[in-house]
């Protein structure tokens, strides 16, 4: 008698991956598409339906960020690198940000929206 295989699971978002899938762990370095900002100025981003939330992102920012913490449903990532700015994104106004990373947003948007943050 031949096994039968496991039926195909559909990709729900925030669903545990399927088996077989990589496990997102500490450490891990990801390429992040930013889709949102949150409440507490958190960056929002994707992992295999796994929500992501990474320090000094804006949305349309396509950045690299190391995982630091993994929970069920979500990961908390540090910023690496900006792979490719959003359109929004202005350069910092404050002076110390190459010693002290600035604020969550206080590289603000083209359009004001930011300046009531900073």
């Known amino acids: ?19 077989g899938a990589k496990r997102m762990k500490v450490r891990d370095v990801l390429t992040l598409d930013v889709e949102d900002v ?8 994707r992992v295999d339906g796994r929500v992501v939330f990474v320090d000094r ?4 920012d396509r950045v690299t960020a190391r995982v630091a913490k ?6 908390e990532a540090r ?23 600035g604020c969550g947003v206080g590289v603000g948007y083209e359009d004001g929206e930011g300046d009531h943050i900073c």
Request: hydrophobic share 45%; aromatic share 0%.
């Open 1 to 19: 008698m031949v096994p039968s295989a496991a039926p195909e699971i559909p990709s729900v978002p925030g669903a545990v991956p399927k088996a």
């Open 70 to 75: 993994v929970n069920r449903r979500s990961a």
């Open 79 to 101: 910023l690496l690198a900006i792979d490719s700015p959003s359109e929004t994104r202005v350069a910092a106004r404050c002076v110390h940000v190459g010693r002290c990373g």
């Open 38 to 45: 949150v409440l507490g100025g958190q960056a929002l981003a």
């Open 57 to 60: 992102g804006l949305p349309g």
